[in-house]
Nanobody, 124 residues
C-alpha cells in the first residue's frame, strides 16, 4: 500500500524556518520524482518545488526560489523541504507527491501519489 506521510509543519513567525519531511512507502521511491505543493485557504493548489529521481535536478516556483530547498534521501525514502525566510503568504497546507512521468512537473495531475498534508502557519 502506497503511503506518503508529511511531518514538520507548525506555527512560526515571519522570517523563521521550518523543515518539512515526507516519508514514502509502498513503491520504489528512487524511481519517482518528488514534489511539494501547497494550498492556502480559499485558493487552488500551487506547485512549490520538485526534485528528479536520479540526477536530483530541482525546480522551484518563483515565489519560493532562493528561500526554499528541496532534497531527497533515497536510502531513507524521504523527501525534505527546507523553508527559510518564511512569509505570511507561505501559510498553507503543504503536500508531498510522487511523479513517475518525466514531464509537466508543475501540474498536479501528473503526480501519481499524494500525502495528506501538513499545516504551515506563518504569523506576521
Amino acid at each position: 500500500q502506497v503511503e506518503l506521510q508529511e511531518s514538520g509543519g507548525g506555527l512560526v513567525q515571519a522570517g523563521g524556518s521550518l523543515r518539512l519531511s515526507c516519508a514514502a512507502s509502498g513503491f520504489t521511491f528512487s524511481t519517482y520524482a518528488m514534489g511539494w505543493f501547497r494550498q492556502a485557504p480559499g485558493k487552488g493548489r500551487e506547485f512549490v518545488a520538485t526534485i528528479e529521481r536520479s540526477i536530483g535536478s530541482t525546480y522551484y516556483a518563483d515565489s519560493v526560489k532562493g528561500r526554499f530547498t528541496i532534497s531527497r534521501d533515497n536510502a531513507k525514502n524521504t523527501v525534505y523541504l527546507q523553508m527559510n525566510s518564511l512569509k505570511p503568504e507561505d501559510t498553507a497546507v503543504y503536500y508531498c507527491a510522487a511523479r513517475k512521468t518525466y514531464y509537466g512537473y508543475m501540474r498536479g495531475q501528473n503526480y501519481d501519489y499524494w500525502g495528506q498534508g501538513t499545516q504551515v502557519t506563518v504569523s506576521s
